[in-house]
């Protein structure tokens, strides 16, 4: 099948670049150096790809992505990369055998939930400065104490500096350094073989954890290509023009509900300039001296690849005009 | 079933006011007075809900709502009130008489792509003002004598002054009279028996048409409310504080992915204030003198009704802390 006889709108990836941006992070942070977080695609597609080139461990962000990344086979080793309380539908998952699930806690009320689900391990997640999640670091040795009493194995520590993802380059890595020292600081608190963090801006520069947690490298958007040059926007929405003003704009059929809109307008690539979006609509700026025509089929980049992907049911992936592969985002959901 | 006991992120509907919501439109605008569009709530469940209250004419702003509504019993009077060029899908929905539809069509390609896909009936859409689909109010004439040459019926004009719902009130009036001048303009060299037009933010105001577009003011949002103040938020998402911190925030489970953000945040309400969203989280600062602990749940309205909705696959219908009901969000995609 051939690019243009795809429907609109749809998610397209560019193979060629995927697979440039796939090989990039691996050589850098190799197998399980790497524990690739699905919620960047949530596609078991995708993670199998990943799987392929060594990396057996994952992060999720939800329970949902840890059931279907069990039940895709994918469950060599799962982190809950976040807190919950709604652990019970991961026990049977447990009790099976069908996956390694470790749960992030930050407190005593975590700690119960996964002890009450039957969770085996967890890691101690660790405020390293990002208003989020995360224990207060001097806090973390006492939760693991806690944890342990609990008959929960405690592998490490995680944290996330994503308040630093987007910092300019000459002052990304003291500040990484310093966010990270709170980490190993908890982490010599709390023992285990695991000190997990970092993420796809900061890659390059986080020397200071055992593995990187990254998944918006794959696919990237237009927001975070300044912060993570190394990779290429592998990912567009495909859209056609379903109408045109003799007063200068063009009009897209893909709208707020195809697009994450947090990080701002997604970009019509070659023909124009977006000016707004509707529910189902661009309404774009015909650029000087460009043709376009009602039928006309446009590629425009989303600002935001997360909250993109998980409005779609599926992607198309390209190679040039060739479609060659569907991955179904099979993750969506909680 | 209570509504402590539903799992989080989810849509919680408050039925009473969703009924009152219901109710004040269905006075002002009864019957076939009102086309309420579907994309704001994308679920057959509602509709068939405006239906008992006598409203037996929709909107829809994709093929697939079209094809969902005929398919659940409610295409009595499907209007697609969007271009679109990918209309075959249609074509067995009108073969098999299941539903009588109408598409809008504002150029000759979109006038042959309902020619091609057999759609027998169209509406000329006219650009009010707008910048978005809609042809020259001065063309529409032309286009409708193209539509009838190729044996199209054609139903009547329709325009949408989507750029004025939030003119301030001592002004909307004047500026919407202006701007339905134009469509009535249109509708005089068209024919036909519909000017359909308007929505929730000009629904006291637009008396030059035969039928209102109305749609959010069932669920209503709080970027809407200030421009439609007979109208409630009944939607809000239902979340669990996963993560509190000594510093003076919490977290919780319902981010980007729960939320349509081109509005802007969601707000917190009684507990805090939205600090920002990530993709599975929102970070609040605690209010002065609140009480917020790990595990409370706490409503969250959203700043957008429509990609808000968009992102969940079901609404929980609740009055007062019991959960009456369920409504499937099965209008989604494309």
């Known amino acids: ?63 949902r992505e840890v059931i279907g990344m069990a039940a895709a086979g994918l469950g060599a ?17 447990v009790e099976e055998g069908r996956a390694r699930i470790t749960v992030a806690v930050d407190s005593e009320e975590t700690i119960d939930a996964a002890v009450r689900a039957g969770i085996p391990e967890v890691l101690i997640d660790v405020d390293v400065g990002l208003p989020r999640c995360g224990c207060d670091p001097a806090d973390a040795g006492r939760l693991a104490d806690l944890a342990r009493g609990q008959g929960l194995g405690v592998r490490g520590v995680m944290g996330y500096e994503g308040h630093l993802m987007r910092e300019p380059g000459d002052t990304k890595a003291d500040l990484v350094e310093r966010s990270m020292a709170l980490l190993n600081e908890a982490h010599a608190a709390v023992g285990g073989d695991i000190v997990s963090g970092g993420g796809t801006g900061t890659w390059d520069v986080n020397s200071w954890i055992t593995e990187l947690q990254a998944g918006s490298y794959c696919l990237m958007d237009t927001e975070y290509t300044p912060h993570a040059k190394a990779f290429e926007n592998a990912l567009a929405v495909w859209t056609t023009v379903i109408s045109t003003s003799a007063k200068g704009w063009g009009v ?10 947090d990080h701002g307008d997604p970009t019509v690539i070659e023909v124009g300039d977006c ?50 592969d569907v991955w179904n985002v099979d993750l969506r959901g909680w």
Chains 1, 2 share one sequence.
């Not at 992070?25 to 150096?33: F, I, T, V």
């Not at 807190?83 to 049977?92: F, G, K, N, Q």
């Not at 000016?275 to 015909?286: A, C, K, L, P, R």
Request: glycine share 6%; with cysteine; aromatic share 6%.
């Open 1 to 63: 099948m051939q690019v243009h006889e795809l429907p609109t709108p749809s998610l397209l990836v560019d193979l060629p670049a995927f697979d440039r941006n796939v090989a990039t992070m691996a050589e850098a942070w190799p197998g399980d150096r790497l524990r690739p977080h699905v919620k960047a695609f949530k596609s078991t597609s995708v993670a199998k790809r990943l799987a392929a080139h060594g990396h057996h461990g994952f992060c999720c962000a939800t329970v």
């Open 77 to 93: 080793d799962l982190l809950l990369a976040n807190e919950s309380l709604d652990l019970a539908r991961l026990t049977p998952m």
């Open 252 to 261: 897209l059929d893909a709208g707020l509900k195809a697009f994450g809109m």
């Open 275 to 324: 000016w707004f979006v509707s529910d189902e609509h661009i309404t774009f700026g015909i650029a000087e001296g460009a043709s376009v025509a009602v039928g006309d089929r446009v590629r425009v980049l989303p600002a935001h690849v997360d909250p993109t992907v998980s409005q779609h049911e599926r992607m198309y992936v390209v190679d040039g005009d060739e479609v060659v």
